[in-house]
Each structure stands twice: as structure tokens, then as C-alpha cells.
Nanobody
């Protein structure tokens, strides 16, 4: 199983970016998928998750600005990030799990992508 994240880049505060994460090797129609991020010198933190039914949940720090979505036909999860702030600067990782519940903790996820860097300048 491989998760390939893409879409990161350098943007200014207030801009938008959309991250994509394509899964290969198996499908995750019945599994939850999520996004985490790790800023320099900090631990990896949960950002958003989507369960197999498309229900979503978000960290308070991104609620109202980020949207997670998934297209099961192409085995891809997205993270639309609007109104970006400098504190959103981090490497963003997608993750997938076999089970359907959309946990917010790292240890519940079975597969991880390689990360994509998002840098937001002020």
C-alpha cells in the first residue's frame, strides 16, 4: 500500500492550497483517511479526518478554513486549505486506516504518505 501526497508549496497568508493524497495497492472505500501535520520542532498533530461514509471532523485550529473530502472512485483524499496562516506552515501527511472510524490520533492509522511541505509567508 502506498499513499502519495502532493500539492504543497509556498504561499502567502490568506491564500489557498489543495493537497491531494492518492492511494495505491488497495482501496480504502471502507476505511477512514486523515491528514496530519508537523511543524519544525513540534510533534505531528492531527488536522482532519473523514470516515468511509464521508463524515468529517477537524482540529479546532483549522475548523472553518480547511475541508477534507474524498473521491473513492479514484482512491484519493483531498485537503482544501483556505485563509492560510503562517502557523499552518508544516509538512502535511496523509494517513489511512483499515477501520472506518475517523480517529484523531496517529497510532490509529495503519498507512502513511511521505509528506508534502506547505509554507505560508506573512
Amino acid at each position: 500500500v502506498q499513499l502519495q501526497a502532493s500539492g504543497g508549496g509556498l504561499v502567502q497568508a490568506g491564500d489557498s492550497l489543495r493537497l491531494s493524497c492518492a492511494a495505491s495497492g488497495r482501496t480504502f472505500r471502507s476505511g477512514a483517511m486523515g491528514w496530519f501535520r508537523q511543524a519544525p520542532g513540534k510533534e505531528r498533530e492531527w488536522v482532519a479526518s473523514s470516515n468511509s461514509g464521508g463524515y468529517t471532523r477537524y482540529a479546532d485550529s483549522v475548523k472553518g478554513r480547511f475541508t477534507i473530502s474524498r473521491d473513492n472512485t479514484v482512491n484519493t483524499v483531498y485537503l482544501q486549505m483556505n485563509s492560510l496562516k503562517p502557523e499552518d506552515t508544516a509538512v502535511y501527511y496523509c494517513a489511512a486506516r483499515e477501520g472506518g472510524y475517523f480517529y484523531a490520533t496517529r497510532d490509529k492509522y495503519d498507512y502513511w504518505g511521505q509528506g508534502t511541505l506547505v509554507t505560508v509567508s506573512s
